[in-house]
């Protein structure tokens, strides 16, 4: 089985600031790792994925996340927060070829501070 | 260029009654998924499908839910006798299999359909 734990329900940080949202993993086989966003009643967009190519994967909106097997970890960061990053962000995994069901983490709510 | 779509947006029924939702994928995508999210959740796998193939269902989906894919192209969810439990956030994505490596991996999602059962 395959899941995902997002450590803080809640990040508040500053504009400007340094971002980080935390996410560990587990899974039997070799994962396949997403992280989405979601604003007020929308959908998920993607923002970055892992899927066993390079280990620092860049993402949209000038995110970007390192995968960590050692740690299982793979943290979402972006170096200075900007009022729209305003969002729930999700960590995801999947078993492979990023094809299948996604189990998702139970969510970040990220607040911005002007 | 058109995204996931899935009608209604809102829905609000009476426990008990009947209600199906809709979601039209992206034109080339074979793979079709469904989600459900309650608030303060993250999405919760509940089936997909490849072309009109169901190819998996969660434990989730109990015998009062029940989905389609006719012909392999839009989806209905159709969920019977609802039941106040059954208020959540349903969401569609969609994406495409056997696609060159780094392409089309990612699954598209749509706005979503939000349920109330009073």
């Known amino acids: 089985a395959q899941s995902v734990t997002q450590l803080g329900s809640h990040v508040s940080v500053s504009e400007g600031a340094l971002v980080l949202l935390r996410c560990n993993y587990s899974s039997s086989v070799p994962p396949y790792l997403f992280w989405y966003v979601q604003y007020p009643n929308q959908g998920l967009q993607l923002l970055l994925k892992?899927?066993?190519?390079?280990?620092l994967v860049k993402g949209i909106n000038g995110f970007e996340a390192e995968f960590k097997k050692s740690e299982t970890s793979f943290h979402l960061t972006k170096p200075s927060a900007h009022m729209s990053d305003a969002a729930e962000y999700f960590c995801a995994v999947s078993r492979g070829f990023g094809n299948e069901k996604l189990t998702f983490g139970t969510g970040t709510r990220l607040t911005i501070i002007p | 260029d058109t995204g996931v779509s899935q009608d209604p947006r809102h829905k609000i029924t009476k426990r008990g009654q009947n209600v199906t939702f809709r979601c039209d994928p992206i034109s080339e995508h074979n793979r079709l998924y469904w989600y459900r999210q309650t608030l303060g959740q993250g999405p919760e796998f509940l089936t997909y499908f490849q072309n009109e193939a169901q190819l998996e269902k969660s434990r989730l989906l109990s015998d009062r839910f029940s989905a389609e894919r006719p012909k392999g192209s839009f989806s209905t969810l159709e969920i019977q006798r609802t039941e106040q439990g059954d208020s959540a956030m349903y969401l569609c994505?969609?994406?495409?299999?056997?696609?060159?490596?780094?392409?089309?991996?990612?699954?598209?999602f749509g706005p979503g359909t939000r349920l109330t059962v009073l």
């Open positions: 892992y899927t066993s190519a390079a280990t």
């Open positions: 994505a969609s994406s495409l299999a056997g696609s060159p490596a780094g392409l089309g991996n990612e699954q598209f």
